[in-house]
């Protein structure tokens, strides 16, 4: 469910999920960037809610089509 937090595991799994080489969305944050974090930055990004709420956006929108 959307009203759930998101999990560590999810938010990994959508970041495996997104495409290299895609125009990035409004965030300006591309796939290959977020592919490259390594585990520190990875836990700043879980904590940065903003950014987590629109990197699943993206995922999910993605997902969809």
């Not at 125009?23 to 990004?45: K, Q, V, Y």
């Amino acid at each position: 469910s959307l009203a759930e937090p998101i999990r560590r595991g999810e938010l990994r799994r959508a970041i495996r999920k997104l495409k290299k080489s895609k125009a990035p969305g409004c965030d300006a944050i591309e796939a290959e960037m977020l592919h490259s974090l390594n585990s520190r930055m990875f836990e700043h990004l879980f904590e940065n809610t903003f950014v987590l709420e629109s990197v699943h956006r993206r995922v999910s929108v993605t997902n969809a089509h």
